[in-house]
């Protein structure tokens, strides 16, 4: 009776504790301070069906086309560079190779960053999704930061034939000297799990996709072009102009798992649909 007042007595005592116990002093993951937004063109088709199904021949289309910039306590990072700057004064646009369609750009990166308060020095890491004209076009304005591609990546940009890929190599070539981190696979760039390049070949050899976790909302993963639109998301569907069809499928489940797993939102950067809801800077995300 004694001993059975005293058990009780100490399982409440371990109640109270464990009422009054301080909540999980689990750290809030590491996240950027802010991702900016940049809208850095546009492509117009007559044609969606290459990057489509044969259900879309002659049908219109305008690609968005966005730049992203994030700030980290350990410095800014640019995420792809979009159309040349120089296609500003040229409104009636620029064709591209294939002439499948045709490049549009409103406002010159350079000025996009000075709204931000930045210059070009500021950016002091720089990745590209992948190396398309259309997300190349000023990068060589950034070859003195720190450049992260994927080995496959690199090796198809700076190797023999990059025009087999549909790169343009005048746009980056001057990256050829930068301070590169050539990657095998997902990479943490600030060593936090703040800002993470994930692996997403098919399109090209060695695209790679931007998972960004925000201080206060969600965190989202920014696209390249591993996926083109919504609707290509949701059927799965790879497009026929795609490097390889098995990988490019492999990525989009990969990403499929990882955006469950995380609770990331897609921001897919060729939906022009979705990329009228994204503000741009100067506003900003947190
Ligand atoms: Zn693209």
Redesign the pocket.
Known sequence: MTISRAMLAAAACVLALAGCAPMSSTPAPAAVDRLYAIDCGENRTNDLSPWTTQADKGKPYVFSNNCYVLKHAKGWMLWDSGHPDRYASIPEGVPNQRRTSTAFLRKPLLQSLGEIGLRPADIAYFAMSHS?P??TGNANLFAHATVFMQQAEHDAAFGPEPQRFGYNPASYDQLRTARMVILHGDHDVFGDGSVIIKSTPGHTPGHQSLFVRLPKSPPVLLSG?FVHFRANWEARRVPSINFDKELTARSMQQMDDFLKRTGARLWI??DFEQAQTVPKEPAYFE
């Open positions: 398309h259309d997300h072009d950067n060729h």
